[in-house]
């Protein structure tokens, strides 16, 4: 596999799945897109790439106030911009520049193409909410080219 593997995970709420971390191991960047819950889900994270975290609504205490509420990643020509509920976006992604946005919060895996901006949610990685999937993602940074893969893990 060429380019450059980017893992997304959301909505851990204090749970970091073995199986989330075995799907992470091996990329070269970690986006986590809030709602962690504790600072010990983001050390694992950051012992197997670098890591990009934003705060989500659940994320309070001393820990969680050093967390920013958007984040910019670049890699080479592609600018991923990560915020933790998608509605509240204030900026225009594609005016800005952002080939991709990362959201949590939902707790729904989705991916959809909108005005050339790839808008990815990984849907949620920790603790089961109602009948959805337990679920993870990764980018495939190509270039200028991305593409994206969620997984449903099995717990």
Known sequence: MSGTRVGLIADTHGLLRPQAVDFLRGCEHIIHAGDIAGPGILEPLAALAPLTVVRGN???GAWAAALPETAVLRLGAVAIYVIHDLKELDIDPAAAGMRVV???????????????VLYVNPGSAGRRRFALPVSIGELLVEGEQVSVRLVTLAV
């Open 58 to 60: 659940n994320d309070r």
């Open 102 to 116: 990362v959201a949590g919060h939902s707790h729904r895996p989705s991916s959809q193409q909108r005005g050339g």
